[in-house]
């Protein structure tokens, strides 16, 4: 049986980490390890705030909507801004980085990348969709079925 849940929450400082408890709990409910209730927070809070940061919406909102499934746990993070082209953002180059001092910018898509195990982008009308996937690992499964 899959569970949804949807909360949507205002685009004001600190809000993401916020929203970052609730997908901690929804981690832990779901018999995710420390290690990855953790990923899932992080990559939260990334897709938030490039909500923030780069959407330009009119009604400063994030939706969120978690879909809880036996074996995974869905994440969507929606605005309802301007949009982008995922083909025109440049990959984070590093050493470019360091050698020029420049902030580190530019890294939350390559992060969620990392930390989930599936990314999809979505454009809507208007705004965007990350849409980000974490598997409940074998392991955790049968403990969760005999613990």
């Known amino acids: ?3 949804d ?8 400082d600190d ?4 929203v970052s408890k609730t997908a ?8 995710f390890s420390p290690d990855q209730v953790d990923e899932i927070r992080h990559a939260v809070i990334e897709a938030c705030i490039n909500a923030i940061e780069h959407s330009h919406s009119l009604d400063r909102k994030i939706y969120l909507q978690f879909r809880l499934f036996s074996d995974r ?3 969507r993070v929606r605005d309802r801004g301007k949009g982008f082209d995922i083909r ?8 470019k980085k360091l050698r020029t ?3 580190k910018r530019g890294w939350g898509l390559m992060l969620i990348s990392n930390l989930m195990d599936d990314v999809r982008i979505e454009q809507e009308d208007p705004g965007t969709s ?8 074998p392991e955790r499964i049968r403990e969760g079925a005999h613990g």
């Not at 809000?15 to 916020?18: D, F, I, N, T, W």
């Not at 025109?88 to 050493?95: A, I, Y």
């Not at 849409?131 to 409940?136: L, P, R």
């Open 24 to 31: 901690e709990t929804l981690a832990v409910m779901s018999r």
């Open 1 to 3: 049986m899959v569970k």
């Open 130 to 137: 990350v849409i980000m996937v974490k598997q409940v690992t």
């Open 88 to 95: 025109r953002v440049e990959t984070p180059d590093l050493k």
């Open 15 to 18: 809000m993401e980490l916020a």
């Open 73 to 75: 746990l869905e994440i």
């Open 5 to 12: 849940i949807y909360v949507t929450v205002p685009m004001i």
């Open 101 to 103: 001092g420049s902030r």
